[in-house]
């Protein structure tokens, strides 16, 4: 009792000190906005030529937009694990989506790998210092809205330092989907087919509203553009005629390694949904302007993974980079990286790689906070890049010893500079990449640079085994020729039913069911 009340004795005080000083002097608050398996040309600004984004078009004309910026999983509880702790996946164990099966327990899914996975953290490290945290320490009011999925009871959002929580549960997706009712024990419905992403952007809105005279660590999470892709049914005529104006192409998939990949964008469901997350972040930029707060607020958006091109609802396709959600390739990794900061120029690219794990430093240090975070920051500052600075070449490592539902397979990689490394567990092999000149991964360069290869290979060696990297291990039931029909099931069936379902949803009188999702209702 006698800690919380001298908690409560330290917010009190520090709002009042913060109220009452100088407008310029006050620290800035930060908005964190991060989409759910948002892809790296998804947005207009980013090179989509179908979905149109105007409010994240015109933040990113605000803002640094990182052209090499990456999350810190190809899949969403790791890479929301290494925004909270600053470190990358090896370290703080959370190596797959929270839920995804492991060992022996794989082989339910019928899928006949020839490894099995191996386990993972199944919820955020308790002791791990946080980002909100960190900010929560010095004054800050911290919230939380829309998804966690990094841990169950006694692992959600306020056990990890955010003073208030809408929406964050153990759940990776809308269990009652993006219409209300959302059967969510963390929010309150809202009337009958309200949209759960403009729900969260008038919370967060709310919270920047009652927060304004004191310092605030806001964090906005969607569940969008996660599956189900859900749209009204107005947006859906919108982008069907849209896609009907600029052409209709009769084939919408290819094969890939195991999964049919998704090569054009044309989903208007998606479209729809991808629209719902501009108008979410347009409510709370434009509060944030009403309330004069856009200039002392720093914004953060990005994506927790690359866009689903396989599996899933195959959703979208990346068109600049290769594969998607879950893989291993550019388009796994690959996201959004926005950062705008009052003050600094705007619109300004920069194409040093930089990682999720980096978020935690950079706004600490932007924000001028004393903390001393239990855990080892793996990610770097980005404060000197926005200063116009130029770091020494440093290595970020992902760490993914598991089957994705998108086809991905167990590897680990490193980008070093320029160079990008692959290795996969299931033979060892490893591949090499000079990602700027080869987005698409096409030509595989370990033979003509022995000696980068080399020192790639050392330093990923090193850093597995000093984390103590769980792998996977070989399934000794594999049976070749299961895996093999599977493969050709996957061709053969699931690719013409996805190529079918791509054309009925661009048929002019397809609708998913009567009240559309529950976005229409009857009163």
């Known amino acids: 009792m006698k800690k919380t009340n001298g908690i409560l004795s330290l917010a009190l005080f520090l709002s009042v000190f913060f109220a009452c000083k100088p407008e310029a002097q006050k620290p800035p608050n930060v908005l964190f906005i991060l989409v759910d398996d948002l892809g790296y040309a998804d947005l207009g600004f980013s090179g989509s030529p179908f979905h149109e984004t105007p409010h994240l078009d015109r933040l990113a004309s ?22 909270m702790t600053g470190q990358f996946t090896a370290s703080h164990g959370i190596t797959d989506w929270i839920g995804a099966k492991t060992g022996t327990d794989w082989r339910t899914h019928q ?17 791990a210092t946080t980002i909100a945290e960190a900010f929560g320490q010095n004054g800050y009011r911290t919230f939380f809205a829309g998804k966690w999925h990094l841990g169950g009871e006694g692992s959600y959002p306020e056990d990890h330092g955010f003073d208030a929580n809408v929406a964050g549960w153990d759940k990776g997706s ?10 969510n024990p963390k929010i309150v419905d809202g009337p009958d087919g309200e949209n759960l992403t403009l729900r969260l952007g008038r919370e967060v809105a709310d919270f920047i509203t009652n927060s304004k005279e004191q310092p605030f660590f806001a964090f906005m999470s969607f569940y969008a553009v996660h599956a189900p892709v859900q749209t009204s049914k107005e947006r859906w005529a919108k982008y069907r005629q849209k896609a009907e104006s600029m052409g209709i192409r009769e084939k919408g998939f290819e094969m890939g390694e195991k999964l049919p990949f998704r090569t054009v964008q044309d989903n208007p469901n998606y479209a729809g949904l991808v629209a719902s997350v501009d108008d979410a972040v347009g409510i709370v930029l434009e509060r944030l302007q009403s309330l004069g707060l856009d200039e002392r607020t720093i ?9 689903v091109v396989a599996g899933d609802a195959f959703a979208t396709t990346n068109l600049l980079v290769k594969g998607g959600k879950g893989q291993h390739w550019e388009g796994g990794i690959r996201v959004p990286y926005l950062i705008k900061v009052p003050g600094k120029p705007a619109g300004k690219t920069i194409d040093y790689p930089v990682v999720g794990a980096d978020f935690f430093p950079t706004l600490v240090e932007l924000a001028g906070l004393e903390t001393d975070p239990v855990q080892e920051i793996e990610g770097m500052s980005l404060a000197p890049l926005l200063n116009g600075e130029t770091p020494p070449e440093r290595a970020i490592f992902w760490h993914y010893p598991h ?28 591949e090499l990449y000079h990602i700027p000149n080869d987005p698409f991964e096409t030509e595989e360069l370990s033979q003509e640079n022995p000696a980068v290869h080399a020192r790639l290979t050392a330093l990923l060696s090193r850093y597995l085994e000093k ?11 594999f049976d070749r020729t299961l895996y093999n029909k599977r493969l050709e099931e996957m061709e053969q069936v699931l690719l013409p039913r996805l190529e079918k379902q791509r054309l009925d949803f661009l048929r002019e009188d397809w609708e998913p069911n009567p009240d559309w999702w529950g976005s229409i209702t009857t009163d």
């Not at 999983?73 to 694990?81: E, I």
């Not at 539902?405 to 567990?425: C, E, H, T």
Request: with cysteine.
């Open 111 to 127: 899928r006949h790998d020839p490894m099995l996975p191996a386990e993972y953290r199944h919820q955020l490290p308790a002791d």
């Open 299 to 307: 914004v953060v958006f990005t994506s927790d993974n690359g866009g």
């Open 403 to 430: 089957y994705g539902n998108q086809g991905g397979v167990p590897s680990a990689m490193v980008r070093r500079g320029d160079w990008k490394l692959i290795r996969y567990f299931e033979d060892g092999h490893e």
């Open 467 to 477: 984390r103590q990297a769980a792998l996977p291990v070989p399934d000794p039931e």
């Open 62 to 83: 605000q803002s640094f937009q990182f052209i090499h910026g990456y999350s810190g999983s190809r899949v969403c509880s790791p890479a929301r694990a290494s925004i």
């Open 174 to 183: 809308p269990a009652g989907g993006f219409f209300s009712p959302y059967k």
